[in-house]
């Protein structure tokens, strides 16, 4: 079985208010000619199809425009899609009644029997061949919130040692179902120990911390493959068969210079063979310049010499301010007049002061009462710029506070 592997599509972004329906087109026209040219037999989508919990109507028409035209070119494709944290597991598995007679499987919530225990054979998805021979089982399972994982008593991380139980619990019941030369592949939307991630994966929840993560030995040794969404930085975890197969598209700056990938593998009987990894066409650039935060004379002189794009990039500029830049975003439009950029973020840093040791308990900290507005002014541009403020700022603002102090009203 040839399987390929995606997650964090991530629809209906907006990349600093600029709209990406057309680089998730792309995307989804690429992804639909790869599946043709690899001949797959399924596609594992691990999470965070979608941006927001309550996707737009777009976002939701293209996914399902992309699902139509997948197994309308290929009848046999099997598509199996797990819900992330970002997406709504119930509003994901809204037409699962419209889907039972399909090879389209979508997984968003755990589901329990009578008794309250988990139905782990719900998540136990059969893979055919092209023989129609049933060759592998998928333990699709999707982003695990409180409540969906068992809960053990005086565990040391209750999430980690949780969602590694459940994983187990999933892995041994697949293995009482399965039959000789039947592999076992298992699909997750998690943060795994030691994977490197990114500022977009620093601001997700709780979860992303280095005590709350699971470890690769969480997943059992049986699987041929394991299909990580969650991270959008590709990579392995532990060993080759943990994956994650990235963002298709840059998230964020930082992910400029990320390979965007899907994988693909082969699946034959019980073992993994053919592990290759099939690079995404980025259909808008993602630029940063300066490559480092500069003064805004060396900002302007790195603009000026922008060169002429083919297509527009998301642009941010990366400014290191040493004292007050009046107009700044003026300054930087003007330099890129004409330029074929899109400007997306303007990235400040600021000299901080250096101090020369620690305060003493010696040391008078004036109360604010006794400052004059001079002073809480000198104050502060000093802590920001690392130097007194210049004689025309101090000049200007003596007028505006003598302005205000002669018409109070």
């Known amino acids: 079985m040839k399987i390929l592997h995606t997650a964090d599509w991530h629809i209906g972004q907006l990349f600093h208010d600029f709209d990406r329906t057309q680089e998730h087109e792309a995307f ?21 199809v979608f941006d927001q919990a309550n996707p737009g109507a777009h976002s939701i028409k293209l996914f399902y425009q992309f699902l139509q035209r997948a197994t ?17 597991p119930t509003r994901l598995e809204a037409p699962k009644p419209l889907l039972e007679n399909s090879n389209i499987h979508i997984v968003g919530t755990v589901q329990r029997d009578d ?18 021979d049933i060759a592998a089982w998928c333990l699709a399972i999707p982003f695990l919130r ?26 041994q019941n697949a293995l009482t179902i399965r039959q000789p030369h039947q592999a076992l592949i298992a699909m997750g939307h998690l943060h795994a120990q030691k994977a490197e991630i990114t500022d977009m994966d620093a601001k997700e929840r709780l979860i992303m911390g280095g005590v709350e993560s699971i470890a690769a030995s969480a ?36 992910e400029r210079n990320y390979k965007h990938q899907v994988v693909c593998f082969t699946l034959e009987n019980e073992t993994l063979s053919d592990l290759s990894f099939l690079e995404v066409p ?37 400014v290191l301010e040493d004292q007050p830049e009046p107009g700044l975003r003026a300054k930087i439009e ?23 040791g620690e305060a003493t308990t010696d040391e008078i900290i004036p109360s604010i009462e006794s400052l004059q507005p001079i002073d809480i002014m000198t104050r502060v541009y000093t ?27």
């Not at 990580?228 to 068969?241: D, E, F």
């Not at 993602?286 to 500069?294: C, G, I």
């Not at 003007?334 to 997306?344: C, I, M, N, Q």
């Not at 690392?386 to 018409?407: C, G, R």
């Open 28 to 48: 989804l026209n690429w992804l639909l000619s790869i599946l043709m040219q690899q001949q797959a037999d399924a596609l594992l989508i691990s999470g965070d």
């Open 115 to 132: 008794a309250g225990a988990i139905d782990y054979d719900a998540l136990t998805i059969p893979l055919k061949n092209s023989k129609g």
């Open 383 to 409: 802590s920001k710029y690392n130097s007194p403020p210049p004689d025309t700022l101090v000049t200007l603002f003596n007028e505006v506070v003598n302005e205000i102090a002669a018409n109070p009203s």
């Open 334 to 356: 003007a330099a890129l007049e004409g330029k074929s950029v899109r400007l997306a973020s303007i990235n400040l840093k600021r000299i901080k002061a250096i101090s020369n």
């Open 219 to 254: 997943f059992h040794p049986d699987l041929a493959y394991v299909a990580l969404g969650h991270i959008h930085k590709a990579q392995q975890i532990g060993k080759p068969t943990i994956r994650y197969s990235g963002s298709p598209i840059p998230m964020s700056f930082t």
């Open 146 to 171: 409180v409540g969906d994982y068992p809960h053990l008593m005086d565990a040391e991380s209750p999430y980690g040692a949780g969602v590694a139980a459940f994983y187990d619990a999933a892995a």
């Open 282 to 318: 980025i259909a808008i650039p993602v630029v940063s310049v300066p490559a480092k935060h500069s003064v805004l004379t060396t900002v302007l002189q790195a603009l000026n010499e922008l060169p002429d794009y083919e297509t527009p990039p998301y642009l941010e500029v990366r």
């Open 72 to 88: 309308a070119q290929q009848p046999q494709l099997q598509i199996i899609i797990t819900a992330g944290n970002h997406d709504s």
